[in-house]
């Protein structure tokens, strides 16, 4: 009788284990996370789709909605045109909104991963004439590029969109929403919390002074919204630029110049 008790006992400890097991993060299948959507105010939602890394973790890669009465504007895309797909349907259903356009801050698949699903929906596209050209070459189009400057009128109010030059990538752009003081920096911004994440095509000579740039294009700005991790105020601004600037640093009675990257 007791060894049945204890079986028993033993078989109720591994139904229970199982059942606060998530086996779903270790799926195989690269997107397996739902896309989420969080309302920050009737007017502004953020987009979330998730990367599988070479790790087996998930990074969330941040996009943007901001709607002005029955109008919208995305900047960046989900990760693939099917989470795309959805983001089109949310907006148009559950918001009531005709999206006037999308912005991709640059070409790789956390900016421009689901292009091809608004350019499906007959939505127009928005980048820098750098990421069009480099979106060209993967048979992917950009309805409306900008060598520098552009915006977007919703509703009664403009959403700015601007290339300041070369960090995250040489062809990074961002958009600003006036009305708001709103910056949407895409991966030329890190968060608080963040590391100098994906380099292969950083400019790091480069990437502090673009953000010095921008920095004093905006300096009313409220809210910044990175491509990954939270969000905030201008300090995300500093925080970046401290990441990639140089300092010189005069070493003995010579005074030999030489450049220190700051972390």
């Not at 599988?52 to 919208?72: F, L, M, Q, T």
């Not at 959403?159 to 929403?177: K, Q, R, T």
């Not at 919390?193 to 905006?218: C, H």
């Not at 601004?237 to 700051?262: C, H, P, R």
């Amino acid at each position: 009788m007791c060894r049945l008790l204890q079986m028993l006992g033993i078989c109720l400890a591994v139904l229970l284990l199982n059942s606060c097991f998530d086996n779903s993060k270790y799926d195989p299948e690269p997107y397996v996370r739902s896309l989420e959507i969080i309302k920050l105010s009737e007017q502004d939602y953020i987009h979330i789709s998730y990367l599988k890394d070479s790790y087996g973790g998930y990074i969330p890669c941040n996009g943007y909605i901001r709607v002005e009465g029955n109008e919208a504007f995305i900047f960046d895309t989900p990760l693939n045109d099917t989470l795309s797909e959805q983001l089109i349907t949310f907006v148009q259903e559950d918001l009531k909104a005709t999206i006037k356009g999308v912005q991709v801050s640059h070409s790789h698949i956390d900016g421009a991963g689901g292009i091809n699903a608004f350019a499906k929906a007959k939505i127009p596209t928005y980048a820098s004439t750098k990421t069009a050209a480099l979106l060209v070459k993967d048979s992917l189009a950009i309805s409306n590029p900008f060598s520098q400057k552009d915006s977007i009128q919703i509703a009664e109010n403009f959403i700015v969109m601007e290339y300041l030059g070369p960090a995250h990538s040489d062809d990074n752009s961002i958009a600003y929403i006036p009305a708001s003081d709103i910056l949407l920096g895409g991966c030329m911004i890190k968060p608080l919390d963040g590391t100098k994440g994906n380099l292969a095509d950083a400019n790091l000579d480069e990437w502090a002074n673009t953000v010095i740039t921008l920095q004093n294009r905006y300096p009313n700005v409220l809210q910044v919204i990175p491509g990954h991790g939270g969000r905030g105020d201008k300090e995300l601004l500093d925080y970046t630029i401290g990441m990639f600037q140089k300092s010189s640093e005069v070493i003995g009675d010579n005074e030999e110049i030489v450049e220190v990257a700051t972390n």
